[in-house]
């Protein structure tokens, strides 16, 4: 009779694998099962950009919104200023006032600038003697907390913008003496050249 071979299956034990080996083929088995998921990383991070834009956007949207209502109040208020003046002017009569502006108000932000200068001798091999130096200087906005938790540039000056041209229609407007004390007015009020100043007559 022929003997029958017995295969006897051998099991690995950890002891026989260590502990170095077992540290690498674990480390494989998370690599590839981070591998296996790709769109689900990076569709997170497109989505965590995508929210950070959009409330980018909606912040810069309110700021530019807020600005142009800031200058239309203010070129209301020109506008009634001046018309309650020359209203009150004999011979103008009835009176329409139009202003255009210089871009908008300007915010001056503080600024910290610190500086540092660096300076340098140096000797050649001949003897010769050189010096140089450099000076290298960063501005960086101070903020402030803007009571929501979020750091806000501390503004020192808001600057009014400039008056870019005075249009007036009153009554008087045909007679010459009215025009130019109308003109001289706005020049004076608004330091503005005589070229950028209009007077009309009012159609009635």
């Given amino acids: 009779m022929e003997k029958e071979k017995v295969k006897e299956k051998k099991k690995l034990s950890i002891k026989e694998i260590g502990p170095a080996r077992l540290v690498i083929l674990l480390m494989a088995g998370i690599f590839l099962l981070v591998l296996s998921f790709p769109d689900m990383l990076s569709s997170e991070n497109s989505s965590k950009d995508n929210t950070a834009k959009q409330d980018y956007k909606v912040k810069e949207n309110t700021d530019n919104t807020e600005t142009d209502d800031e200058t239309e109040a203010y070129i209301n208020e020109l506008e009634n200023r001046l018309k309650k003046v020359l209203a009150k002017v004999e011979g103008i009569g009835d009176v329409d006032v139009m202003i255009t502006l ?65 249009v007036v229609i009153a009554e008087g407007g045909g007679n010459a003496k009215i025009m130019t004390e109308i003109m001289e007015a706005a020049q004076v009020l608004f330091d503005v050249p005589a070229h950028k100043v209009k007077v009309m007559k009012m159609n009635k």
């Fill in 102 to 166: 210089k871009g908008s108000k300007e915010k001056v932000i503080l600024k910290d600038g610190p500086y540092t200068q660096e300076s340098m001798n140096e000797v050649d091999g001949e003897g010769g003697n050189r010096d140089s130096s450099s000076i290298s200087k960063e501005d960086t906005t101070v903020l402030v907390n803007g009571g929501n938790g979020e750091g806000v540039p501390y503004v020192i000056q808001e600057k009014e913008p400039e008056v870019e041209g005075v």
